[in-house]
């Protein structure tokens, strides 16, 4: 089975930061990766799919990247409403797996 | 607009037998995968099972197979969770997602979750 391992597990930034959050599989991916937010008491919200495409109605501050084993998500500029946990998800494959998440706080 | 409904939730002793039910609308439901995530209490995301747009392929995460079937109606929209041999590490909020269509997307389409305690 593929193991998803994000990094940090958790981060602290301020408004306007720029934050990085990285996530390991055990295998290659083929780019089937994708990248959810979630609020408290919430459900996840999708932001990235295929590596690096943004979903419709996500605002352009959120990139993706990688390839391989290992990809990114990139929050080029902190705001308020991003304080939140990040899963990055792997589906290249029938079954889903997620990473054990990241959890952005206020500095 | 696209809605899940998630229900069926509440509290069943450890052993006992619980159905979670999703109701869909807005979408064509018969073109999509379907999934069922899990959330324990205070704890990060599992992917618990998925069923092919036309129910012909099911897939479970290790720790619920032979305990937990996954079952969708596209007639009714509906998708169905049947949960047996509960386990009290089995506490947690359920989640439908509409799951892949072809379009490179996967889970794009969230419920509001359920509730489920397993405790004696």
């Known amino acids: 089975d593929i193991q998803m391992t994000q990094s940090p597990s958790t981060l602290s930034a301020s408004v306007g930061d720029r934050v990085t959050i990285t996530c390991r599989a055990s295998q290659t991916l083929n780019s089937w990766l994708a990248w959810y937010q979630q609020r408290p008491g919430k459900a996840p919200k999708l932001l990235i799919y295929?590596?690096?495409s943004l979903q419709s109605g996500v605002p352009s501050r959120f990139s993706g990247s990688g390839s391989g084993t290992e990809f990114t998500l990139t929050i080029s500029s902190l705001q308020p409403d991003d304080f939140a946990t990040y899963y990055c998800?792997?589906?290249?494959?029938?079954?889903?797996?997620f990473g054990q998440g990241t959890k952005v706080e206020i500095k | 607009e696209v809605r899940l409904m998630e229900s069926g939730g509440g509290l069943v002793q450890p052993g006992g037998s619980l159905r979670l039910s999703c109701e869909v609308s807005g979408f064509t439901f018969s073109s999509y995968w379907m999934s069922w995530v899990r959330q324990a209490p205070g704890k990060g995301l599992e992917w618990v099972a998925n069923?092919?747009?036309?129910?012909?392929?099911?897939y479970y995460v290790d720790s619920v197979k032979g305990r937990f079937t996954i079952s969708r109606d596209n007639a009714k929209n509906s998708l169905d969770l049947q949960m047996n041999s509960l386990r009290v590490e089995d506490t947690a909020v359920y989640y439908c997602?509409?799951?892949?269509?072809?379009?490179?997307?996967?889970?794009?389409?969230w419920g509001q979750g359920t509730t489920v305690t397993v405790s004696s």
């Open positions: 295929k590596t690096s």
């Open positions: 069923i092919k747009v036309d129910g012909s392929e099911k």
């Open positions: 998800l792997d589906y290249h494959s029938y079954s889903r797996t």
């Open positions: 997602a509409r799951d892949w269509n072809g379009s490179g997307h996967p889970m794009d389409v």
